[in-house]
């Protein structure tokens, strides 16, 4: 078993599926901000240009990026490869198997094209990284749960307070509050059997981690949504979530989450509601009948 391997074994609910050798561009941009300036410098160089870096030797890689051989030779082996040879196959597979330039819009079409296109791809992206068995381990945790209670602030917000108006239209009782001082105290009153989930695109709001690091304290499992892999967020979390990894500025932060959260929020209610299909119906039924009469004639 390799060092990957292990680390995957170790960690399952904090890193992305353990054959993530086979998207290592989604995986290079999911954990770019936890690298070093060194190793940020080299991962940049081989998301700029993944096609040139496959071609090239290591003096050609240490003249693109600035890095030093010695630097170059610790990224691979931080990613688990004997070195710059078996990281260049590795990415020469990666960009067989996804047939397309790696995490660039199209250069021709319309803006609307390009736009359309990024969330396609990100789409995909999300679906890359995510662990099955997490992912199902998340949503029967939420099934069994006596509250769910979601933290976040910002573009995140909506985000979680769609996830709890789903959840409740089958039956599990969840709360998003968007103060961020009552999100706290909700923290405080979380005990054994309660979740929190905190939705954070960048991993890092304090708001949000601070409200996990109390819900924890206070025996709630804990779950997270994020796009930035080994995040402050992950460590508090005893399960993690990804959607689309991508290193967030305040241009990007609503294309690379918005879309990708809420996929993984319907696909979490989608398997609960097929999981209770008996009781899910019941409810919708019985909701939907109630929701009719607040229609106009």
Avoid: W
Avoid at 108 to 129: D, I, P, W, Y
Avoid at 172 to 184: E, K, M, P, R, T
Avoid at 270 to 294: C, D
């Amino acid at each position: 078993m390799s060092r990957r391997q292990k680390t995957v074994k170790k960690r399952s609910s904090q890193e992305p599926q353990s054959d993530s050798r086979r998207a290592l561009l989604t995986y290079l941009k999911g954990i770019l901000a936890s690298l070093n300036p060194t190793e940020r410098l080299i991962a940049q160089c081989v998301l700029a240009d993944p096609e040139k870096v496959v071609i090239s030797s290591i003096a050609e890689m240490k003249e693109s990026c600035g890095a030093s051989v010695g630097s170059i030779v610790g990224f691979c082996r931080r990613l688990d490869f004997t070195g710059f040879a078996e990281f260049k196959i590795a990415l020469a597979r990666d960009l067989a198997q996804s047939g397309l330039p790696a995490g660039h819009l199209e250069p021709n079409g319309s803006l609307f094209q390009k736009v359309f296109h990024f969330h396609a791809q990100s789409l995909v992206e999300t679906l890359q990284v995510n662990n099955q068995d997490t992912f199902e381990t998340v949503a029967q945790t939420l099934g069994k749960a006596r509250h769910v209670a979601f933290y976040s602030i910002g573009l995140s917000h909506p985000v979680a307070y769609t996830a709890s108006c789903k959840l409740m239209l089958i039956g599990v009782q969840a709360s998003a509050h968007f103060d961020s001082h009552i999100q706290l105290i909700s923290a405080t009153q979380l005990r054994p059997g309660d979740v929190a989930f905190g939705i954070s695109c960048s991993g890092t709001t304090r708001e949000t981690v601070h409200c996990m690091e109390v819900a924890k304290s206070k025996g709630a499992t804990t779950i997270c949504l994020t796009n930035a892999m080994n995040s402050p967020i992950t460590e508090r979390s005893d399960l993690s979530l990804f959607a689309t990894p991508s290193e967030i500025n305040y241009f990007q932060a609503p294309l690379a989450s918005r879309i990708t959260q809420l996929a993984v929020i319907d696909a979490l209610f989608v398997f609960l509601a097929m999981k209770h299909k008996n009781k899910t119906a019941g409810l919708l039924q019985q909701s939907g009948e109630e929701l009719l009469k607040r229609r106009l004639a």
